[in-house]
């Protein structure tokens, strides 16, 4: 059976409540108040009063931004083109638009299930814990949360849940697999081969919106991620997203990205940006622009992170690239960093066998793309033993974002002599190398 358009369009503009890949609660679940008080707000002790609920504020915020751009988009998409369009702007339009926001606005934000059709989305401890404790139900009578936690690092978050209950248009994409419009099934069994989220009727809780925000607002969590690295390798979206006289601006800058255009690769150390492109000989070109320094150029792809102070510590067993993510992880275990946030780390040489590349956008095809056909449209620079700095950042939440699938890090490298940047393939790093991880911080 086919649908028109035109029926959705009105299907989707006379429904009271329209849905999204996002979520506006159903109209028989007991919708939220658009301004509801948090359900509970213990009195932190470190900060004013007035911090928390500012903390709370802008965390609620940044929710109702994500719910309304993903429901007028999807909407839009409905009615204008079907629910199998829809489905596919789901699938490439919701990455991107979540982490925009979230950079936006200084707030981690997303949205999750016990059943995810992206395994991206899956959130973050305290999300997961709270979906746990729910299990499978209907949405009634399960309320939002608001409150403020104090992490181990003394520094303390406000924290958002909100319920996402099944709607009516929400089983157009999300009922029994075997109800699904066909076009609808292909577009999902394409994008997401593991896909859980089918199977739901209406009134279900399918799942949360939530958001995290840093009270006082300098948590030492912060990431601005700026593009998606999904949106680089299946759209092709090489356009800027920040100019880098805009970071330069920030003090301790550090981050690893790439150019507009996938013009070569950009490193962010102690606020200096790195840029090496290839110089039209098969080479590379690298060149330095300081802290405050203004320049137009545009960044297509970066992870960000400010770092204020870094404590070093010295790696007892060496590692290869793929046992750095674990060194990282227990090291910042034991400096009580949490987990639950990406972590700005250094790692200072010498190292060995040090194999990295510079993106070559111009020698790319068109449209989608792999991680080795971008080593390939590369330069690559090896060196069989080097002094160098390793910058990256390391999360078990951003695959798709900015680390490949299965990976928890992103890397890049800056080399004095002979001078170059770029982003780490392979690398040994001897037992004696210096790790640098942020100096956990006690709150504003
Ligand atoms: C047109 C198809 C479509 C409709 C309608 C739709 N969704 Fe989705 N939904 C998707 C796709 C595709 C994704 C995966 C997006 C991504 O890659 O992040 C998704 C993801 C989600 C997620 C994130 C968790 C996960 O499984 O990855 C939630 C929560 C969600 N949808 C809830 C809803 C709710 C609630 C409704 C109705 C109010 C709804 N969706 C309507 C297609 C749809």
């Not at 997961?128 to 009578?141: C, I, V």
């Not at 799942?207 to 700026?226: D, N």
């Not at 255009?261 to 590379?284: C, K, M, N, R, Y």
């Not at 982003?423 to 210096?434: I, K, M, N, S």
Request: charged fraction near 20%; charge should be negative.
């Amino acid at each position: 059976m086919k649908t028109s358009h035109l029926l959705w369009r009105s299907l989707f503009t006379s429904a009271l409540l329209l849905s999204s890949c996002a979520h506006p609660p159903p109209p028989e679940s007991p919708p939220a108040p658009p301004h509801e008080a948090p359900s509970s707000e213990p009195e932190p002790e470190s900060a004013a009063p007035s911090a928390s609920q500012e903390a709370l504020r802008r965390a609620e915020a940044t929710a109702q931004e994500l719910a309304g751009t993903l429901k007028t988009n999807l909407v839009a998409a409905m009615s204008e083109q079907g629910p199998e369009a829809a489905a596919r702007y789901c699938s490439v339009g919701a990455q991107g638009l979540t982490a925009g926001i979230a950079d936006a606005r200084g707030v981690s934000v997303g949205r999750s299930s016990l059943r995810l059709r992206n395994p991206t989305n899956a959130g973050p401890a305290w999300v997961e814990a709270w979906l746990a404790q729910q299990g499978e139900r209907a949405a009634d009578g399960v309320e939002t949360v608001g409150r403020v936690d104090t992490l181990p690092d003394g520094s303390q978050v406000a924290r958002v849940i909100k319920p996402l209950a099944i709607g009516g248009p929400c089983v157009v994409c999300h009922g029994p697999a075997e109800s699904l419009a066909p076009g609808v099934r292909a577009v999902l069994l394409d994008r997401y081969p593991g896909d859980a989220a089918t199977g739901y009727s209406i009134g279900d809780l399918r799942g949360a919106l939530w958001a995290e925000a840093a009270v006082g607002g300098s948590a030492p969590t912060t990431l601005q991620m700026f593009g998606a690295l999904r949106a680089v390798m299946h759209q092709g979206d090489y356009g800027s997203k920040v100019s880098l006289g805009e970071l330069l601006a920030e003090p301790g800058g550090h981050g690893v990205g790439a150019l507009e255009g996938l013009a070569g690769e950009v490193t962010f150390d102690g606020g200096t940006a790195w840029l090496s492109t290839p110089d039209g000989s098969g080479a590379i070109a690298t060149t330095k622009l300081e802290p405050g320094a203004g320049s137009d150029r545009g960044v297509a792809l970066l992870a960000f992170h400010r770092v204020d102070a870094w404590t070093t510590r010295t790696l007892e067993e060496p590692a290869s690239l793929a046992e750095l993510g674990d060194r990282i992880r227990d090291a910042a275990t034991e400096a009580g960093l949490s987990l639950d946030h990406p972590i700005p780390f250094r790692v200072e040489g010498p190292f060995e066998q040090l194999k990295y590349h510079v993106i070559d956008g111009s020698k790319l095809p068109a449209g989608p793309s792999s991680h080795d056909a971008h080593k390939d449209a590369g330069i690559t620079v090896e060196h069989a033993a080097v002094e160098a700095t390793l910058i990256g950042l390391w999360s078990t939440e951003h695959a798709g974002i900015f680390t490949h699938m299965g990976d928890t890090t992103h890397v890049h490298v800056t080399v004095a002599e002979p001078l170059g940047s770029g982003h780490v393939d392979e690398v040994r790093v001897p037992t004696g190398a210096r790790l640098m991880l942020p100096t956990a911080s006690r709150g504003p």
